[in-house]
């Protein structure tokens, strides 16, 4: 299934594929601290950017991956980045990040909930798996917010080379 088309709306926000024209936002707020317990790091360059983007465009094509970038609806200011991994697996993994000053305003959680609904309505899953740093209070309470409950608890490993101790959420099918 491709998902290049697929756009998510929610009350205040508006989630569509991530393309190129959102690289020189993602590049500006793809940062630390929002990178600190993230699994990817920042780009070094606009340049890298662009080359990850070809990657999420495949796997968009290829229905392996929803790659989303978060925008409000009115006045279009960009939020962040959700995306659903793995969307073949019996258990899929999902997460996101907002930009530092879009923090404290409910998008997150609005964005992981529109982004939920629609993998009950187009995906067949078990459980979306929300890993995080177990100190991230904010992005467990919006896992727990889904219903979702740690199953793991583990080190991880960032491809940076950072650890930091991590729980694994699951969030039931609706």
Known sequence: MDYSNVTIETERLLLVPVSQEHIPHIFEEFKL????YMNY?????????????????????QGTKLSLTVFLKEGNEFLG?????????????????LKQSAHGNGYGKE????????????????????????????SRKLAESLG???????????????TWEAVEYWIPSS
């Open 33 to 36: 601290p929002i990178t600190q």
């Open 148 to 162: 979702g409950t740690v199953q793991k608890e583990f080190i991880r490993k960032t491809e940076s080379g950072n």
């Open 81 to 97: 980045r959700f995306a659903i991994e793995n969307t073949l697996e019996k258990n899929p993994e999902m997460g996101g990040w």
């Open 41 to 61: 790091s920042s780009a070094g360059s606009v340049e890298e950017l662009t080359e990850r983007q070809k990657k999420w465009d495949f796997e968009l094509k």
């Open 111 to 138: 964005a992981a909930l529109g982004l939920k609904n629609w993998a009950d309505k187009n995906l067949t899953y078990e459980n979306l798996i929300w890993p995080c740093a177990k100190v991230n209070l904010a």
